[in-house]
């Protein structure tokens, strides 16, 4: 058993057991382990949120939590985060440090990021960092780059 | 799952007696593997996204995986006494005896020629209105199920009792072990009742105002699930007199007459 450093990593391991399982000892067995899984799970959810419900609204202390990237991963996967979703991939965008700029989520929960001018910043990397801060969100898209000379027609946020 | 009108007491919902967990997949376009732990984070039908889009989509067969739609038969888990969400497919495999699964069928039969009577119901010496009784083949006998506010109470039954009862009426004697029961509304509940002042409207009811019906067990399983939502005070409430009466009422509307096979 290879160790977990946070929600992301244990989440694929655990996929790949059950599906392990599932292969070596059929659907009944995968079965009663996805039931185990999710017992477990919904009890240190449980504990979770009443630490966050103990924390209340001291912002020093949520700051210290999510500075932590595995309280942090766990906390996403309670819908737990004292953040909103775009205050959260503003915030994973400015870590990532490659000049995109995010326009905000739509009605739909769809994120519109716009990639920044020539950077080495790649869509799949982008994307990815998006999800992780707000796996709640429908999708990201993109906004075409600025041209970097002449913009002829200006288009609005958001319309691909 | 499509909730659908309380008129046709749809099967969709899973009620009470679900495995949970399953069925809820990750929201689209969330890659992200943290959706892996997310998906046994939050019970199913609440999508991430918060968007009441619980979708039918999202259930799935418990044998196979595949996709369902709203309407999809059950099959009873013999060995865990639960229901599970089966496809068509699986379904028509487990039609016959033997094995773990076995597939709930889906007719809904009325005898008119041998209704139950006050005298008789009253000898099975159920405290409460409404009752099933279904066979256990694990147990080799008849089991007198109800309703109640914490889901399906089981009742003691003189099976001696019920023997009699089902000599003089071949529809009791007709359900299939384990996937099918037999429902009866007593006096009170029909037509012809009085103590309810007659709330689930007028219909065929026996000579004493009781309804019994040969029925799918997977009605059952979903009534307990949706009087133990919306169980209110001691008799349960306007709600639940609502579900029983739209429960009964399309009972009637899909009950065939029942025909004994050797008479």
């Known amino acids: ?160 | 799952m499509t909730r659908s009108g309380k008129g046709e007491m749809a099967l969709s919902g899973k009620g009470e007696m679900a495995l949970s967990g399953k069925g809820e997949m990750a929201p689209s376009g969330g890659r992200g593997a943290v959706t892996g732990l997310r998906r046994f984070a939050r019970p199913a039908g609440r999508s991430a996204a918060g968007a009441a889009d619980g979708s039918p989509a999202d259930e799935r067969c418990e044998l196979c995986g595949e996709r369902l739609t709203a309407e999809h038969p059950h099959m009873v888990d013999l060995r865990r006494r639960s229901i599970a969400c089966a496809c068509r497919a699986c379904a028509l495999l487990f039609t016959r005896d033997g094995g773990r699964y076995r597939t709930v069928p889906d007719r809904v039969c009325q005898d008119p020629r041998a209704p139950l009577t006050g005298v008789e119901w009253a000898e099975l010496q159920i405290p409460v209105a409404i009752a099933f009784f279904f066979v256990n083949s694990a147990l080799g006998r008849v089991i007198a199920s109800y309703p109640s506010p914490a889901g399906v109470t089981e009742c003691e039954l003189d099976l001696s009792a019920w023997d009699r009862l089902a000599d003089g009426h071949p529809l009791l004697r007709a359900m299939a072990p384990d996937v099918e029961a037999i429902i009866v509304f007593g006096a009170g509940t029909g037509a012809g009742g009085t103590a309810a002042g007659g709330v689930l409207g007028a219909g065929p009811a026996g000579a004493d105002g009781i309804e019994t019906f040969l029925v799918p067990i997977d009605i059952c399983y979903s009534l307990a699930g949706a009087l133990r939502m919306e169980w209110h005070g001691f008799d349960g409430g306007a709600e639940v007199r609502q579900i029983l009466a739209d429960l009964l009422a399309s009972l009637r509307q899909r009950a065939r007459t029942f025909e004994p096979v050797s008479g």
Do not use: N, W
């Open chain 1, 1 to 160: 058993m290879g160790d977990a450093s946070d929600a992301r990593e244990a989440g694929a391991r655990v996929e790949a057991l059950l599906a392990e399982l599932r292969a070596r000892s059929g659907p009944e067995a995968a079965d009663v382990a996805e039931d185990l899984v999710t017992c477990l799970v919904r009890l240190y959810g449980a504990g979770l949120e009443t630490i966050m419900r103990t924390i209340g609204d001291d912002r020093r202390l949520q700051a210290l939590l999510i500075a932590d990237p595995l309280v942090e991963s766990l906390l996403l996967v309670h819908d737990l985060h004292p953040l909103d979703p775009a205050a959260r991939v503003r915030r994973a965008l400015g870590r990532l440090g490659v000049g995109t700029e995010f326009l905000g989520i739509d009605d739909g929960g769809v994120a519109h990021v716009r990639l920044g001018k020539g950077c080495g910043s790649t869509t799949e990397a982008v994307e990815r960092a998006v999800t992780d801060a707000a796996p709640e969100i429908a999708g990201v898209e993109f906004a075409p780059r600025e041209a970097p000379l002449l913009q002829i027609t200006h288009r609005p946020a958001g319309a691909l």
